[in-house]
């Protein structure tokens, strides 16, 4: 199974809610990743995971805050976004030290 | 730090026609090097590796890509083309000192023609 799955889909939130992103794969990976992509751009990294604790963050801002509470799952939460926050959310996982990272489909979120 | 470029932003083939997909890179030594497709709304599947050895590597779909030390270069290929293949493709670049995270591409957009 080399499945990541993330929840939900889709997500339309105004600029004063609280939501989350959810990630969870069940490969044994214990490096877990969130990207964040514009339309007709590459992935840019966020946040990287390794061993449940947070190794790297791209200077994303505070209204995104990561959070790894167990080796499969892995959270982004979501507060006083702005609309050009708006975008595809992509989680990945792999193995720690391994390059080969397995994507999930992604949550399109809509910030209004 | 290591960078990738795509020279074509978007690429049309007609359907059974061969493709060749560009990605070049710049890195102090030979890296990582990564092809994923990504299909319209969807996340990235990898289509192909090369780490060491034998410079053409075989990937999943009918892809291949050949690594050219000399020309910094790492391009995809695929003799024929189905309509399925249309997609946006990223090259991206791991450099095996730096960790786990790597950079990608532009990406370059493929259509196909009926």
């Known amino acids: 199974d080399t499945e990541v799955t993330q929840t939900p889909k889709h997500l339309v939130m105004g600029m004063t809610n609280k939501k989350s992103l959810k990630c969870e794969q069940h490969m044994g990976h214990r490096a877990m990743y969130w990207y964040k992509q514009k339309a007709k751009k590459p992935p840019e990294l966020m946040f990287v995971y390794s061993y449940e604790k947070l190794s790297i963050n791209e200077s994303v801002p505070s209204r995104f805050s990561p959070e790894c509470p167990n080796s499969s799952l892995l959270n982004l939460h979501l507060h006083a976004l702005q609309p050009e926050d708006s975008a595809l959310y992509l989680c990945?996982?792999?193995?720690?030290?391994?390059?080969?990272?397995?994507f999930g489909a992604g949550t399109r979120l809509s910030v209004l | 730090a290591q960078s990738v470029t795509q020279p074509d932003i978007h690429i049309t083939v007609s359907e059974g026609a061969s493709l060749e997909l560009r990605c070049n890179y710049s890195y102090g030594a030979t890296p990582y090097l990564f092809w994923y497709v990504q299909s319209p709304g969807q996340g990235l599947q990898l289509l192909l590796k090369y780490f060491s050895g034998d410079t053409l590597v075989q990937g999943i779909k009918g892809f291949e890509a050949e690594f050219k030390r000399s020309q910094s270069s790492f391009n995809l290929r695929k003799p024929s083309v189905h309509w399925s293949d249309a997609a946006e493709y990223f090259c991206?670049?791991?450099?095996?000192?730096?960790?786990?995270?790597?950079?990608f591409g532009p990406g370059t957009r493929l259509s196909v023609l009926p």
């Open positions: 991206a670049v791991g450099a095996r000192n730096y960790g786990q995270n790597f950079v």
């Open positions: 990945a996982s792999s193995q720690v030290g391994e390059h080969i990272q397995y």
